[in-house]
C-alpha cells in the first residue's frame, strides 16, 4: 500500500500565528513564486500597507523595488533574494539597499536570510525572508564615515579580532606621509602606531582587551624613517558588528620644537645673565620673589646664591631702607621698567653698595618677571646710558641679551681707572681665531672641526687665554670678547 501524500502547505496557519509578533519582517514564498504572507513589519520595511503593495509575485516584487549592495551596484535579474531562495539557494546573510523602482535614492537598508521549509517528502514546502530593518545603523555608520573622513585630526581604525587597519583618514595621511594602501589591510605590527608611545605596556594591555587607551605621548615612525611627536588616544567602538579601536592623534611636533627652542633661548639667557659683570637679579614681577641672581650680585652684597633665590625682595631685603624699596617697586609696577634710579644695595654685615638701578619686565617660561641690573654709582652719566640701553636691548628678546647687553653692561663695569688690561691685538693669531669662535658659541669639538685642531689643541689655547686675558671661566672669556667687539667678522 503507497505511503498517504501529506497536504500542501501543512499548517502554515500556526506558522504565522507565531511570527506575526516578532519585530524581524517575515515574507513567505510558494515555490510557484507567489508571496504568500508577509507580517507587518515586513510590509513596513517596504513603505506598503498590504500583500499587493510588495507585487505578488518574485516578478512583480522585482518591478516594484530596486535593490542594490552597498556598493550601489544594482542586484541583476536572479540575484534577488526572493529570487536566490527561489532557486533553492539558502544564505545566512546579506545586506541590500532597497529603493523604490525608479528612485536614486535608497529608502531602506535590509539584512536578509533565507529559511527553507520542506514537506515530508524533503521537497521544498515553503520559503522564507527573515528581513531585518538596518536602515538606521547603516545610515549612522554613513554619517560616521563621512565625519571620519572629513575629520582633519588624524585618525586611524583597527580591527580588534585580527589587529588589522580598515580605516584611515586624509588626516593621518597627511601628518605621516604615509599612503592608503600602506596602512588598510596593514597589521598593528606593520603600522605600530604604539611603538613609541610613553607608556606602551599600558597600551598594548588596553588594546588587548579592547579598553580605552588614554592619552599619552607617542613617537610615530614614519614611511621615510622619521619620527613625528604626538598625543594619542584609544577609543573601542563597533563598525558593522566588528569590534574596533578608534585611535586618534594631535601633532605636537611643532610644539616639541617651540618648548626646545624656548629651553635653549633660556638656558642661553641664564647663562648670559650669570655672566653679567654687574650685579643683577631676575624677580617674579608679582611677588617679588627672587628667581635667579647671578655671581656680581652675591659678591657684592656679600650673600650666597642658595640665601637669595626663593626670598622676597623685600624680606631678604634687597634695598637698604624700606621707603626707598617702596618708592622703586611702586614705580616699576606702574611703568613695567625703571631707569638708571639712584638706590642702595643691601649688604649683609657691610655698608649699603650704591648704585644706579635699571629694571625691565622680561618673559621666561610663560610668566612676567622683572630682569633689574645695578651698576656702581661712579661715573654715572656714561654709566646710566649705557646700562639704559643694555635693558632696553634686553626687552627686546632674551637672545639679546648675549649680544648688545653683555657690550653695554661689560663697558660700563670696565669704568675709568680700571687697572690696563691685555689688548687684543697682543694675542696670537692662532688664539685670536680660537677666541672668536668662542665668543660665537663654539664648543671645543667645533671649533677644531671649523680650524682642523685637535680638540686637545684647542683646549689648549683655550687655557691659554683664560691666563693671557685674567678670566677664569669660559662664561667670562665670552664676556671679555664681546665687550671688544669680536664676533662672527673678526678674527
Given at each position: 500500500?503507497?505511503?498517504?501524500?501529506?497536504?500542501?502547505?501543512?499548517?502554515?496557519?500556526?506558522?504565522?500565528?507565531?511570527?506575526?509578533?516578532?519585530?524581524?519582517?517575515?515574507?513567505?514564498?510558494?515555490?510557484?513564486q507567489r508571496i504568500v504572507w508577509a507580517n507587518q513589519p515586513a510590509l513596513d520595511m517596504h513603505g506598503v500597507t498590504d500583500l499587493a503593495g510588495l507585487g505578488g509575485t518574485a516578478t512583480g516584487y522585482r518591478d516594484r523595488f530596486e535593490l542594490r549592495y552597498?556598493?550601489?551596484?544594482?542586484?541583476?535579474?536572479?540575484?534577488?533574494?526572493?529570487?536566490?531562495?527561489?532557486?533553492g539557494e539558502a544564505f545566512d546573510e546579506v545586506v541590500v539597499e532597497v529603493a523604490l523602482a525608479g528612485e536614486a535614492d535608497a529608502r531602506w537598508t535590509h539584512r536578509i536570510r533565507s529559511l527553507v521549509l520542506?514537506?515530508?517528502?524533503?521537497?521544498?514546502?515553503?520559503?522564507?525572508?527573515?528581513?531585518?530593518?538596518?536602515?538606521?545603523?547603516?545610515?549612522?555608520?554613513?554619517?560616521?564615515?563621512?565625519?571620519?573622513?572629513?575629520?582633519?585630526?588624524?585618525?586611524?581604525?583597527?580591527?580588534?579580532?585580527?589587529?588589522?587597519?580598515?580605516?584611515?583618514?586624509?588626516?593621518?595621511?597627511?601628518?605621516?606621509?604615509y599612503r592608503e594602501d600602506q596602512v588598510i589591510g596593514r597589521s598593528a605590527y606593520d603600522v605600530d602606531v604604539l611603538e613609541g608611545a610613553a607608556r606602551r605596556e599600558l597600551a598594548v594591555e588596553r588594546l588587548r582587551v579592547g579598553r580605552t587607551i588614554p592619552q599619552m605621548e607617542a613617537r610615530l615612525q614614519l614611511p621615510d624613517g622619521r619620527e613625528k611627536c604626538?598625543?594619542?588616544?584609544?577609543?573601542?567602538?563597533?563598525?558593522?558588528?566588528?569590534?574596533?579601536?578608534?585611535?586618534?592623534?594631535a601633532d605636537i611636533d611643532a610644539r616639541q620644537h617651540a618648548e626646545a627652542a624656548l629651553r635653549h633661548s633660556e638656558e642661553r639667557f641664564a647663562l648670559a645673565f650669570r655672566a653679567l659683570p654687574v650685579p643683577a637679579v631676575l624677580a617674579d614681577a608679582g611677588d617679588l620673589r627672587i628667581l635667579l641672581a647671578n655671581e656680581a650680585f652675591c659678591h657684592g652684597t656679600n650673600r650666597a646664591e642658595a640665601d637669595v633665590v626663593g626670598r622676597s625682595a623685600r624680606d631678604l631685603p634687597l634695598w637698604a631702607g624700606a621707603e626707598a624699596a617702596e618708592t622703586l617697586f611702586g614705580r616699576f609696577r606702574r611703568e613695567g621698567r625703571l631707569g638708571g634710579e639712584e638706590a642702595c644695595l643691601a649688604v649683609r654685615d657691610g655698608a649699603p653698595l650704591a648704585c644706579l638701578v635699571s629694571a625691565v619686565t622680561v618673559e621666561l617660561g610663560g610668566r612676567p618677571s622683572m630682569l633689574l641690573v645695578a651698576a656702581a654709582a661712579p661715573d654715572r652719566a656714561r654709566t646710566r646710558a649705557e646700562i639704559a640701553a643694555a635693558v632696553a636691548?634686553?626687552?627686546?628678546?632674551a637672545e639679546?641679551?648675549?649680544?648688545?647687553?653683555?657690550?653695554?653692561?661689560?663697558?660700563?663695569?670696565?669704568g675709568p681707572g680700571r687697572p690696563a688690561e691685555p689688548a687684543l691685538s697682543g694675542l696670537p693669531a692662532r688664539a685670536r681665531e680660537v677666541l672668536g669662535l668662542v665668543a660665537q658659541?663654539?664648543?671645543?669639538?667645533?671649533?677644531a672641526g671649523r680650524l682642523g685642531l685637535s680638540?686637545?689643541?684647542?683646549?689648549?689655547?683655550?687655557?691659554?687665554?683664560?691666563?693671557?686675558?685674567?678670566?677664569?671661566?669660559?662664561?667670562?672669556?665670552?664676556?671679555w670678547a664681546h665687550a671688544r667687539g669680536l664676533d662672527a667678522g673678526r678674527g
Open positions: 500500500m503507497a505511503p498517504p501524500v501529506p497536504p500542501k502547505h501543512a499548517d502554515t496557519q500556526q506558522l504565522r500565528s507565531i511570527i506575526a509578533g516578532v519585530s524581524d519582517g517575515v515574507i513567505l514564498i510558494d515555490p510557484d552597498r556598493n550601489r551596484h544594482r542586484l541583476p535579474e536572479g540575484e534577488y533574494p526572493l529570487e536566490r531562495v527561489m532557486a520542506t514537506d515530508a517528502a524533503g521537497l521544498p514546502d515553503l520559503l522564507v525572508l527573515i528581513l531585518r530593518d538596518e536602515t538606521e545603523r547603516w545610515d549612522a555608520e554613513e554619517r560616521f564615515e563621512r565625519s571620519f573622513n572629513a575629520n582633519p585630526a588624524p585618525a586611524l581604525i583597527l580591527r580588534l579580532s585580527d589587529l588589522r587597519h580598515i580605516r584611515v583618514n586624509r588626516g593621518f595621511l597627511e601628518m605621516t606621509g604626538v598625543v594619542l588616544a584609544g577609543q573601542p567602538i563597533e563598525i558593522g558588528s566588528t569590534a574596533c579601536m578608534l585611535f586618534t592623534f636691548a634686553a626687552m627686546t628678546d639679546a641679551i648675549t649680544t648688545r647687553v653683555l657690550d653695554h653692561l661689560a663697558r660700563a663695569a670696565a658659541g663654539l664648543d671645543d669639538a667645533a671649533i680638540r686637545t689643541t684647542v683646549r689648549n689655547h683655550v687655557n691659554g687665554l683664560y691666563r693671557r686675558l685674567g678670566v677664569g671661566s669660559r662664561s667670562r672669556l665670552v664676556v
